[in-house]
């Protein structure tokens, strides 16, 4: 808190990121009042610059933001805020208020492991036809378990022959296994969840290690 670097309002930007699917939600300021509530409470609490007041977000609406981090950047003098949301962050209703597209690269295909899930989850809603997911959905679990076996196979087969075509196989396989956290109502973040309850930190050797559930 001494070293933070606030602007000549007593104010610092903080950037508020989703923990789960790290898209940026909202761009909001704190002062030092503020930042202490929020580490207090571990929701975030923001000052309003038009209103000049403090808002803790969520007061109204229900929205609440659970803090899990917050970081400085290298100067002091702006803040990652790492979130769990419980809805919206906007006030129109989106679920980020970053939704206007001003530039996107010709030569970069945006993707990421929660846009495909959420196309998933769409797919199994509306099943449309021709659809190779609508397809698996049909067919249900066990066509979907066969697929992840052979699709498993595939992957070891794969590693055996190169790294082109083990990303290939892993790719499938990555896909499949997705199909079937829909099918079975798991989601990205009960992933997230078990995977960190395995990671520990060592701080006496400052390693790193994964603990297996096995």
Request: with cysteine; hydrophobic share 35%.
């Amino acid at each position: 808190m001494t070293e933070l670097k606030f602007d000549e309002n007593g104010l610092i930007p903080a950037i508020v990121q989703d923990y789960y699917t790290k898209a940026v939600l909202t761009l909001a300021y704190m002062n030092a009042e503020s930042l202490a509530i929020s580490i207090a409470e571990k929701k975030t609490c923001f000052y309003s610059r038009s209103r000049k007041e403090l808002w803790r977000k969520g007061e109204t609406s229900g929205n609440y933001q659970h803090i899990v981090s917050i970081c400085a950047d290298c100067d002091n003098d702006a803040l990652v805020v790492e979130v769990i949301k419980d809805g919206p962050a906007c006030h129109t209703g989106a679920e980020s208020c970053f939704g206007t597209t001003v530039f996107v690269s010709d030569e970069v295909r945006r993707f990421s492991f929660c846009s495909l899930f959420e196309l998933l989850l769409d797919r199994n809603e509306t099943r449309p036809e021709g659809s190779y997911t609508t397809y698996l959905f049909e067919k249900g679990l066990d066509k979907i378990l066969k697929k992840i076996g052979e699709e498993s196979t595939e992957v070891i087969i794969g590693a055996k022959n190169s790294k082109e075509e083990l990303v290939y196989e892993i790719s499938d396989l990555i896909y499949h296994l997705m199909v079937l956290m829909v099918n079975q109502g798991v989601e990205i973040k009960d992933i997230v969840n078990e995977l960190a309850s395995r990671h520990v930190i060592d701080k006496k050797e400052k390693q790193t290690d994964f603990l297996s559930a096995n």
